[in-house]
């Protein structure tokens, strides 16, 4: 009788304890998976959002810039790097911005605003803004077009179609305005983008600040985020211009990776928890078994076998133990990720994140195996490991006492 047939019977001698032990493994598993899908396509939705809103994969910034977000020194000529960028055929969209803040008025109220001056054709393909609208169109042609978010829109008491004016302070000091038609509205539920920020074509936002020929950043959207570290390093490369410097959204978006970095933090506590707990329990149900059976093991010793072997058929059981859990555990944790990623679930995020970014309630897991492999291997080795203390008990049990154990 093999050493693995032997340890199989020994595990089913007792199903119901066994049953137990393979159980926990499994919904620990399962536990590990779901943590760290729901955590990995939460994260992959902000990402996505973040970068379709204002940040882009990749930007291009003049250099020494303070305020990344809204940088206080310009670009010149940014065509040129918009169309170092298209060229490339990773990039999904591409186009220049200018930022600064400003005052918007209606004939009844004003507020204080972040005015984006964007390239219309560009920004379609770029941001996601336009998926967002609810009223009228996104540009028409019309340089003198602006669209709003619907929060802002109704704290001016102005509705589609009525005129607004846009002002800032110029480097010089003087003010400059100029009138705008609100040709679009959106919503998205964030208090920044619905609230506060006012799009406009870019000739006419560097008309305003006196900035003629210049941007804030190019922004470039990518097909892939995985390829954006390749794409950084190679338009790098390219640049040519000293003034300039390549940036990612995680140099520009830094509440995006702290929001990351927390969340992985708190995903490996609660697998050390976990791991914790599974191999408490196989621990426990391998030194039950221990203690049921110091008198077959003594018996086995006296016949002639090594301490080895023991140690050897002990292990084997808490692999098997834990090679059935995991299988269990994967496939639950795989079920439960596929019914969640076809009908989403719902938790209140976009309030959290409406600050920030527009963001949705409703996060669609998606699997991911690799991720999921390893913890799996891990798993399984706490179930193997859990076992070793009571293996090496059982090795150095004295044959006689054994015997005579009741």
């Given at each position: 009788m093999t050493l693995w047939t032997l340890a199989l019977r020994n595990v089913l001698r007792n199903a119901r304890r066994s049953l137990l032990a393979a159980g926990a493994v499994a919904v620990g598993l399962t536990a590990v998976m779901f943590g760290q899908s729901l955590l990995r396509s939460f994260q992959r939705q902000m990402i996505d959002k973040a970068t379709g809103v204002m940040l882009g994969h990749a930007?291009?910034?003049?250099?020494?810039?303070?305020?990344?977000?809204?940088?206080?020194?310009?670009?010149?000529?940014p065509e040129r790097f918009s169309e170092l960028m298209r060229r490339d055929p990773r990039v999904k969209a591409a186009g220049a911005r200018l930022l600064y803040t400003g005052l918007v008025y209606?004939?009844?109220?004003?507020?204080?605003?972040?005015?984006?001056?964007?390239?219309?054709?560009?920004?379609?393909?770029?941001?996601?803004?336009?998926?967002?609208?609810?009223?009228?169109?996104?540009f028409g042609g019309n340089e003198r077009d602006a669209v709003m978010g619907a929060k802002l829109a109704r704290e001016?008491?102005?509705?589609?179609?009525?005129?607004?004016?846009?002002?800032a302070q110029r480097p010089g000091g003087e003010m400059q305005s100029e009138l705008f038609r609100v040709a679009g509205l959106y919503h998205t539920a964030s208090v920044t983008y619905d609230g506060q920020i006012v799009y406009v074509p870019l000739a006419m936002a560097q008309r305003i600040r006196g900035a003629e020929g210049k941007a804030s950043h190019?922004?470039?959207?990518?097909?892939?985020?995985?390829?954006?570290?390749?794409f950084s390093a190679d338009l790098g490369g390219v640049l040519g211009d000293p003034g300039?410097?390549?940036?990612?959204?995680?140099?520009?978006?830094?509440?995006?990776?702290?929001?990351?970095?927390?969340?992985?933090?708190?995903?490996?506590?609660?697998m050390l928890v976990?791991?914790?707990?599974?191999?408490?329990?196989?621990?426990?149900?391998?030194?039950?078994?221990l203690f049921e059976r110091i008198r077959e093991f003594g018996v086995i010793r006296a016949v002639g076998a090594r301490p080895s072997v023991l140690v050897r058929?002990?292990?084997?059981?808490?692999?098997?133990?834990?090679?059935?859990?995991?299988?269990?555990?994967?496939a639950l944790g795989g079920a439960l990720i596929g019914v969640f990623g076809v009908s989403g679930l719902h938790l209140p995020l976009g309030t959290a994140l409406s600050y920030f970014m527009p963001f949705d309630n409703v996060?669609?897991?998606?699997?991911?195996?690799?991720?999921?492999?390893?913890?799996?291997?891990?798993?399984?080795?706490v179930c193997v490991g859990a076992a070793v203390g009571p293996a090496v008990r059982a090795a150095r049990l004295v044959v006689s006492e054994a015997l005579r154990h009741v």
């Open positions: 930007q291009v910034q003049a250099a020494g810039v303070k305020d990344r977000k809204v940088p206080e020194k310009l670009l010149t000529r209606s004939a009844t109220a004003s507020r204080g605003v972040l005015i984006a001056g964007i390239e219309p054709d560009a920004e379609k393909e770029l941001s996601i803004i336009p998926g967002y609208l609810t009223e009228g169109r996104y001016l008491d102005v509705r589609l179609g009525e005129r607004i004016v846009v002002m190019v922004a470039a959207r990518l097909h892939d985020g995985d390829a954006l570290e390749g300039a410097i390549v940036l990612t959204y995680k140099d520009v978006g830094s509440e995006v990776v702290g929001i990351k970095k927390f969340q992985d933090a708190i995903l490996i506590v609660i976990i791991y914790l707990i599974v191999g408490l329990g196989i621990l426990n149900s391998v030194s039950m078994s058929l002990i292990l084997a059981e808490a692999a098997l133990l834990g090679g059935v859990g995991v299988l269990a555990g994967a996060v669609y897991m998606r699997a991911q195996w690799g991720l999921h492999a390893r913890s799996a291997l891990g798993l399984w080795a």
